[in-house]
């Protein structure tokens, strides 16, 4: 009896919860689905295991199970879905881990040439991102400033550190709380694209921002 109540309640969570991905076109379950589930079975599980009524038990610790799964995977698929809308046609890339959300700001339309200066036509892009972060706020942000191959690793080390540490002011400077960041300058260390090329530099000098959920 308990494994069947234990079954019905992750079940029914699962069930119409998949969806087509607007961005692939393909079908999923989201990432919060599935922490919702794992956490309805594990708390069913409890709920069976401490009721005198095991099917009741498993129904009721299935439901709190479930808040607690779907909290991180959640907090980050809103996140996510706000951010994409919030930076289309900005240039802004957004990828998604399991368990973080990276943001990818080329140089060429953040800064200018050998400065930490920001664009002013960036600030309207770091204002959208940072309606999502004071929206969202329990989370760290992690602001990485990175350079190409090209000068001194000592000249390098400062320009990405500077850089970072401008956005980071900048977030700041919209009601993003200081102690919610880490800011680091990564010089050329950790290239996306091959130095050897104009056209792979440019994609090497660079800001990154992860939202990683604090738990």
């Not at 009741?56 to 959640?74: E, P, R």
């Not at 706000?82 to 339309?109: C, F, H, K, W, Y």
């Not at 090209?150 to 400062?158: F, H, I, V």
Request: proline residues 2%; glycine residues 12%.
């Amino acid at each position: 009896m308990k494994k069947i109540a234990v079954f019905a309640v992750a079940t029914a969570f699962l069930a119409g919860c998949t969806t087509v991905n607007p961005y692939t076109g393909q079908s999923q379950t989201s990432k919060a689905v599935w922490g919702t589930a794992i956490g309805t079975a594990a708390g069913a599980a409890t709920g069976a295991l401490v009721s005198k009524n095991h099917g009741a038990g498993a129904i009721v610790g299935g439901l709190a199970g479930a808040a607690v799964g779907g909290g991180v995977g959640y907090y980050l698929d809103v996140q996510e879905a706000e951010l994409r809308q919030e930076l289309a046609s900005t240039g802004v890339g957004v990828e998604r881990t399991n368990d973080s959300i990276r943001l990818i700001m080329p140089g060429n339309i953040t800064f200018k040439t050998d400065s930490s200066d920001i664009n002013a036509n960036f600030y309207a892009t770091l204002n959208s991102v940072a309606k999502v972060l004071n929206k969202y706020s329990n989370s760290t942000v992690m602001v990485s400033g990175y350079t190409d191959s090209t000068g001194s690793a000592e000249y390098n080390q400062n320009l990405s550190r500077n850089r970072a540490s401008a956005v980071a002011a900048y977030l700041q400077g919209q009601g993003v709380a200081a102690n919610r960041f880490e800011i680091l300058g990564m010089g050329p260390s950790n290239p996306i694209a091959s130095n050897d090329t104009a056209a792979g530099r440019a994609q090497n000098r660079r800001v990154e921002i992860k939202i990683i959920p604090n738990k």
